[in-house]
C-alpha cells in the first residue's frame, strides 16, 4: 500500500523532577515527535531542550495537546465542550510553536494525547473543535487522527492536511478503534509480531482485529510508545524492519 512511512513517538513529558520515556535513547529511530505541551507532561524547560535534541537528530517536531490532567497522565476522560476543546488546543500549540521559533525549528504537525486523542477520534464536535484550533494557529499543521476517525474527516472539512496514524504496539477492534488499556489484551506484548504487524499494515493495509478478522486501515504515520518496556530496542527493529522491506522511513511532512 506504501512505499514510505513516518514513524513518530511522544517525546518531552517528562516535568519537573520527574522523568518519563527514554527519550535520548529513541530519538535516533523515530522521524517525528510529538513534544508534549504542559498539560498532561512536559514543562517550559523540557519543551525547549526536547525540540533542541529533535533538531539535533533531525526529527520532525509536532504539538501533543493533552487534558491538563498530570497526575492521570492524560489518560481519563474529561467532560469539555468544543470551545474548551478550542482553548486547549490553541493554548498548547501555541506554546510549543513559540519555543519552536525560538529555536528557528520549524513545526510540522499536532498530535492530540492519550483520552483527549480517543475522545475526539469518536466525536464529530471534539475533532471539529481540535481542527479549528490548529487551523487558526497554523494552517500549514498536519493534524494526526486514527485512520477514518472525525480527526481525519473533519482536519481535512476544515482545510488541514491529515495523516492517518496507526499503533505498532496497540490491538484494534472491529471498528477499526483502540482497545481500551483497561483490557488485558490492550497491548501487543510480542516486539517480533508488533514489528510484524506494522510492517503488514505498511504493506497491505490491514491489521487482524481483537476478533480475528482483518480490517483495513491507512498508514501514512505510526506511533511507538516512549514509555513502553525497551522502547529503543523496538524503536531500532520497527525501523530496521521497514528498511529491510524497501520501506522508507521519513517525516510525514518531508518530499
Known sequence: MTSRVDINCDMGESFGAY???ADDDVFPFITSANIACGFHGGDPAVMRTTIAK?????VAVGAHPGFQDLSGFGRRNMDVTPG???DLVVYQVGALLGFARAAGVAMQHVKAHGAFYNMAAASAPLSDAIARAVRDVDASLILFGLPGSHLVTEGARAGLRTASEVFADRNYMPDGSL???RRDDAYVQDASEAVRRAIRMAREGKVRAVDGNDIDIRVDTIC???DGAHPAEFAQRLRA????EGIAVRPIGGS
Open 54 to 58: 529533535a533538531a539535533k537528530h533531525g
Open 241 to 244: 524492519g521497514f528498511e529491510a
Open 179 to 181: 482497545v481500551s488499556r
Open 19 to 21: 522523568r518519563i520515556g
Open 224 to 226: 511507538i510508545h516512549g
Open 84 to 86: 474548551e476543546a478550542y
